[in-house]
């Protein structure tokens, strides 16, 4: 007797499909299409208009400027530019998982780039030694800032705002009244302004590629073997096959040599993007196969259910805010060496709304309970087209800020609208 009862839940953490939520039968390549059609219209539309926007604006403005855009110059830029952002996006998730929000992450990452920055000039401390002070640093403000929020019980808001406008002066204090601090540091600096050896390159991809298809198989072997619902074959190699065109097609444009002069040669993948890429799978494990990470979406889900279930709440919410902050170290780092130099502004400006906006844009939701890390790429990605494909065609500053700001009003109206469609669907 064939059922269609399931021994597993067809949903990952983050509302996000699990990738068999419409098995009904062996290998039923049909049936799954057939589910996330329907998943689509029941209002879950995940990543989907993250990746539209990618497509539609790459079409767009491949069209306005053809001989610029794609070119391997200019992608190179456009993902060195999305890097700080996609990074502090990524810790951002976390926090609007819980369906919280932290406006002085941008700042944290200014104030940490700071503090790197004036240990090497003023001090001459290692590398090492910059990076672990700015990291610790993040993780400091983060731990604070969970305290507040979560065993003192003040708002979220009210805290990351305060915190806002004090660690600004803080930046202040540290580099001086109209100061900057140049990075010298090669091994810092080499993060946007190095690159991978060509050949090294293609070692990493082809790394990438078999490790996500070995992920990938041994998950669905391990389903079939227990019983359990897993997506088609068919779907699992498709998605492997996606992947690899994907990592291919960029590590070959990155691998391309991009020198405007012929007397230089100028090819390879930026440092920075492995880094991204290593965080995304670190804790992408982490937001969907670890403890933690389950409870992160419980809380954001219902918190007090959470925390009859035996959750503690308090810890969940501390350890998110520190995850975030030394996020925000990270982007701060990243962000210095593309600059080579901090300056008191660094991190404040539109940081943190480009990052909220990446993080929304890309799918997660900003009432909490769901969203993946990937989203932060994805809507990194969308911010860094639309900022780079107006500065192409030299739009004028005030249409960047109104298109980018139209494109986040989409995308929380999108969010609010398929989530009172998911309430309003059939259960």
């Not at 001989?67 to 530019?81: A, D, K, M």
């Not at 819980?98 to 700042?107: E, F, K, R, T, W």
């Not at 298809?213 to 227990?226: G, I, K, P």
Request: aromatic share 6%; hydrophobic share 55%; net charge positive.
């Amino acid at each position: 007797m064939t059922s269609n009862t399931v021994s597993a839940s067809t949903v990952e953490p983050g509302g996000a499909p699990s990738g068999f939520e419409a098995d009904k039968g062996p290998d039923s390549v049909g049936a799954a299409v057939r589910g996330y059609v329907d998943k689509i219209r029941g209002g879950d539309l995940g990543a989907l208009p993250a990746v539209l926007g990618i497509v539609v604006l790459t079409v767009l403005f491949y069209a306005l400027r053809p001989e610029t855009f794609l070119t391997p110059l200019n992608l190179t830029n456009l993902l060195v530019q999305a890097a700080p952002i996609t990074l502090l996006a990524m810790g951002l998730v976390f926090v609007l998982l819980l369906g919280d929000i932290d406006l002085s992450a941008g700042v944290v990452s200014g104030v940490c780039a700071a503090v790197s920055a004036q240990l090497l000039a003023e001090q001459g401390v290692s590398w090492w030694v910059a990076i672990l002070a700015a990291l610790i640093t993040g993780l400091v403000i983060g731990l604070v800032t969970g305290t507040l929020v979560g065993l003192i019980g003040i708002p979220s808001f009210v805290v990351t705002l305060a915190l806002f406008l004090g660690l600004q002066g803080v930046t202040l204090r540290i580099i001086g009244q109209g100061g900057t601090v140049p990075i010298r540091e090669p091994v810092i600096r080499g993060l946007t302004n190095e690159y991978v050896p060509v050949t090294g390159g293609w070692i990493l991809a082809a790394v990438v590629v078999l490790l996500y298809a070995a992920l990938q198989l041994n998950r669905w072997r391990v389903q079939r073997a227990r019983g359990l619902a897993s997506a088609p074959l068919g779907i699992v190699i498709a998605r492997i096959a996606v992947i690899a065109v994907v990592t291919v097609v960029i590590t070959a444009i990155l691998s391309a040599d991009r020198a405007l002069s012929a007397a230089v040669e100028l090819k390879g993948i930026p440092y920075a993007i492995p880094v991204v890429v290593v965080l995304l799978l670190v804790l992408t494990f982490v937001a969907g196969r670890t403890t933690f990470g389950r409870h992160v979406y419980a809380v954001g889900g219902n918190s007090e259910a959470a925390r009859r279930a035996g959750i503690n709440v308090t810890r969940i919410r501390i350890l998110v805010f520190g995850l975030s902050s030394t996020m925000a170290a990270v982007s701060g780092l990243v962000a210095a060496a593309r600059l080579s130099s901090v300056t008191p502004g660094s991190g404040g400006g539109n940081t943190l709304l480009y990052a909220v906006g990446a993080a929304v844009i890309g799918g997660t939701s900003l009432f909490g309970g769901r969203g993946r890390v990937r989203d932060a790429v994805l809507g990194g990605l969308v911010i860094a087209i639309i900022a780079n494909g107006l500065g192409l065609l030299q739009v004028s500053a005030y249409l960047n800020f109104i298109i980018t700001g139209g494109v986040l009003l989409l995308a929380a109206t999108v969010d609010a609208l398929a989530r009172r469609r998911a309430a309003a669907a059939p259960r």
